[in-house]
DNA sequence: TGGGTTTGTTGATCGAGATCAATCTTTTCT
DNA sequence: AGAAAAGATTGATCTCGATCAACAAACCCA
């Protein structure tokens, strides 16, 4: 009776359907404990986790969409500082006195609220969930090391290359395709990568004119050249110098 | 007599001595396994923990010093994607395969490669230690978060004011005085940022010239005016007015 | 102790991308 | 469905910080 409902509130989630997800790891009663413990939430584009609320649910799970962590100048100017998706769980425990973040939905996002202390229970008894949840903590810390890397010397055609390889690297079916889905509008990409949505826009426009890759939509890509797209994210001026010589053509 | 042997090996490390840090955690038995198991390594500036080292031993805490994560671009641009300091543990199991950047010492560093096996035997048995590794993870992730917001939107002077801050909130004895020690030389610093040498200098003239700060040497700081510091650091562009009035002013 | 190398500073110039402005497209809401 | 709001694109101009160059200081190492 008690493990029907819990099989109502948890069985579309990704986080118990996918077997690489956390609360696939959990015996029947953990994961009953957990569910009843925790709190299921459907956040739309805008909506913000609010401090008050995190006080008493500071650990965050992500079932479906894209979730941002943002920060904000005095004078407005918004920056993207990561990004959640399907299967990371975020655990803000003991760090508000921190200088972090906003975490606000980008899109229409499922989380689920997990039970500090029922969390804390299965870290500790539970092995296999342990190693899940740490390798996903730890891909968020070098995700953002290496978006950080990616930021700080890249030029902006380089920046939207590698996030359009980290897009293919954290899709769900990704099967080494050549279609890449964009989760996140101009707009965001534009303050994750620190850049103005003019500039993404220029960016893709730049990419096609290369033939490096099409633009059918604005959450879609095909790439057409995968390597020439990587050696331009890894900073390869080579590729890019083919247009300079065109531009001293023209000018001699 | 074997106690004897892990003192000497050990007692003058951080992660032992400093009660708040992982080895500290350990019981008598544990810390003599892991210690047994365990590497030491003096590292001097350009030293880098090399990939077939680290496949052996995937998992790094630092003493002392400061080792870095870099980038390298094809072309030669370099940058500074994280900063590893005392007590930092750094766990690269399984991700070899990832486009991670290299691990180089920014001066003398002291680290302990530590047995993964035994590593992972205390994870799953002793809470303590788990917790403090816990945290250790989460501080390393939240702060590249915070350090990628910072470099994506912020102006140079922005920068280094945020910058000074994560020292100061990352010094041993914190005492929230107003001497900032800075571990890193100008160079480093410099692609830490993502700015130029040149560019961290002006900045420092710049705050010296606000009297937001005095430089006696260049690996100490004595603040002079935190909270316009921190202002600046949060891009309030009313603090920076100030000087482009007297340009008008100048050029009226 | 002194010469050589790396690092740091200062000044002058240049360029990638920000900003501003106008228009077009997509999404959202009733 | 249709109006209103939000987002995306394109072009023109401007600015901050990169780059280049020259020098000064600090740090090695014999």
Not at 37 to 66: C, F, Y
Not at 179 to 193: G, H, S, T
Request: hydrophobic share 40%; aromatic share 4%.
């Amino acid at each position: 009776m008690r493990n029907i409902k819990i099989k109502d509130k948890c069985k579309d989630c990704a986080l118990y359907s996918d077997g690489k997800l956390f609360c696939a790891q959990l015996s029947g009663d953990e994961l009953c404990e957990l569910s009843n413990q925790s709190r299921t939430l459907s956040m739309k584009r805008g909506d913000t986790l609010e401090n008050e609320a995190l006080a008493h649910w500071p650990i965050v799970a992500i079932d479906s969409g894209v979730l941002s962590m943002q920060h904000l100048l005095q004078d407005g100017r918004k920056t993207i500082a990561a990004l959640f998706m399907r299967g990371d769980i975020i655990d803000l425990r003991n760090i508000s006195n921190r200088n972090r973040g906003a975490l606000i939905a980008l899109g229409n996002v499922d989380v689920c609220r997990l039970s500090p202390k029922i969390f804390e229970q299965i870290m500790g008894h539970n092995p296999d969930a342990q190693k899940v949840i740490w390798e996903n903590l730890r891909d968020q810390a070098f995700r953002a090391m290496d978006h950080s890397g990616d930021i700080a010397k890249k030029q902006a055609l380089e920046k939207l290359a590698s996030f359009i390889f980290e897009c293919r690297n954290r899709q769900v079916g990704f099967t080494d395709g050549d279609l890449v889905k964009i989760p996140v509008r101009r707009i965001d990409l534009a303050e994750y990568l620190g850049m103005q949505p003019e500039t993404v826009s220029r960016c893709f426009k730049d990419l096609e004119k290369r033939g490096v890759l099409e633009a059918p939509s604005l959450n879609a890509l095909k790439l057409l050249n995968v390597p020439m797209l990587r050696r331009i994210a890894n900073g390869d001026k080579d590729v890019l110098a083919n247009e300079s010589r065109i531009r001293v053509l023209k000018i001699a």
